[in-house]
């Protein structure tokens, strides 16, 4: 992966592989495990009564995953 992705880049490429009908473990595996903005390893929690896997990324914001998809808090 490309050391100057952003976190954009990063998000759309998880966005672009949900929509292709990738799961979570094949995202981890494929796109994010390794990547230079990875900090650290998922972490699961339930917000709103809802499963979300969150990321955290070097920038201190975190990648969340949710069966809806992918997205940067």
Request: aromatic content about 4%.
């Given at each position: 992966m490309p050391a100057h992705d952003t976190?954009?880049?990063?998000?759309?490429?998880?966005?672009?592989?949900?929509?292709?009908?990738?799961?979570?473990?094949?995202?981890?595996?494929?796109?994010?495990?390794?990547?230079?903005?990875?900090?650290?390893?998922?972490?699961?929690?339930?917000v709103r009564g809802e499963p979300v896997l969150s990321v955290p990324l070097i920038t201190r914001q975190h990648l969340d995953y949710t069966e809806r998809g992918y997205s940067i808090g």
């Open positions: 976190v954009d880049d990063l998000l759309r490429k998880c966005v672009d592989a949900h929509g292709r009908g990738a799961d979570f473990p094949t995202v981890w595996q494929t796109i994010l495990k390794g990547h230079p903005l990875i900090a650290g390893v998922p972490i699961s929690h339930i």
